[in-house]
């Protein structure tokens, strides 16, 4: 993202923060590496831009990506050889999967220290014992809840009910643009299945990430290029693997904001287009590149 000239490469915190006297908030549908988030929100102020309580909030909710998210992410991909996701290696997938099983440490288990150690005995019972099956070094408890509440005034100075917010700035008549990061075609329901993100990306998921109800939503705009393209692994009908395909990479600047990987390129698919209309009941298009 770049704006008077000042290049932002922005991973968890959301577009608005760089936006005067706008309020920028994480749902509780997304999965948040604290230690990141915090290295990424001093990344900015470095920029200029002021990350605070009164223009910031994190959701309550939200579940925590943790050390051994990050470390099983990169096992599996590297066990998988050719048949890899393509993820970003950030522990996305497995911090997801943990919340599926109810297991995951949220944001507002770091207010308790007593209610943090019996969240995360449950969740290290799980995971050391894949990591003693895979020959790998177990996680002590206690050395990762010292990490945590270290951290944890910095991360719950920001953290709030954000339903409870969203209704509110529903009450007085505010506006409220919700942000999505990746293609519909990476949904984990609707998508290229299995190579997918491990959430939902259709446009309905602002409300369940955020705890609002369906009707907040009036009006969804879809993004997309005049050409199209890919990170990582999985089917592309278009993809453009000769001179074309690479031009479009270099003059387009294709390469991942969080890895640097450089996209895939193919023509503008018009069939997957109208697809991922259907599927996110878009409103209107804006078209980019």
């Not at 008077?4 to 968890?12: A, E, H, P, V």
């Not at 099983?101 to 005995?121: P, T």
């Not at 997918?196 to 993004?223: E, K």
């Amino acid at each position: 993202m770049v704006i008077d000239g000042i290049t932002y490469k922005l991973r968890l915190l959301p577009s608005g923060i760089v936006r005067k006297n706008k309020i920028s908030i994480i749902g509780n549908g997304v999965v948040v590496d604290p230690w990141a988030l915090l290295e990424e929100i001093e990344e900015i102020k470095s920029k200029g831009v002021d990350v605070n309580e009164n223009n910031f909030i994190v959701s309550e909710s939200a579940n925590l990506i943790l050390p051994f998210h990050r470390e099983m992410d990169e096992i599996r991909e590297d066990a998988a050889g050719k048949s890899k996701i393509g993820t970003t290696r950030r522990g996305i997938g497995p911090a997801y999967e943990d919340k599926v099983g109810r297991r995951s440490i949220r944001v507002m288990d770091l207010r308790s220290e007593s209610n943090l150690d019996h969240r995360l005995e449950n969740v290290l019972l799980h995971h050391n014992a894949i990591r003693k099956g895979l020959g790998k070094k177990i996680y002590k408890k206690d050395q990762l809840k010292k990490e945590l509440l270290k951290i944890a005034p910095e991360i719950l100075k920001f953290s709030q009910p954000v339903w409870l917010k969203i209704d509110e700035f529903k009450k007085k008549g505010k506006k409220i643009l919700f942000e999505g990061a990746q293609g519909i075609l990476l949904d984990v329901d609707h998508g290229t299945y299995p190579f997918v993100t491990s959430s939902n990306t259709v446009a309905a998921s602002a409300a369940t990430g955020t705890g609002c109800g369906p009707n907040t939503i009036n009006y969804v705009l879809g993004i997309t290029k005049t050409y199209t393209t890919r990170v990582g692994e999985g089917p592309f009908p278009t993809e453009l693997t000769d001179d074309i395909g690479e031009i479009l990479g270099l003059r387009g600047k294709e390469f991942g904001t969080v890895t640097s990987r450089k996209r895939r390129c193919g023509w503008f698919d018009g069939v997957l287009v109208r697809q991922t209309i259907k599927i996110s009941g878009i409103d209107g298009i804006a078209l980019t590149k």
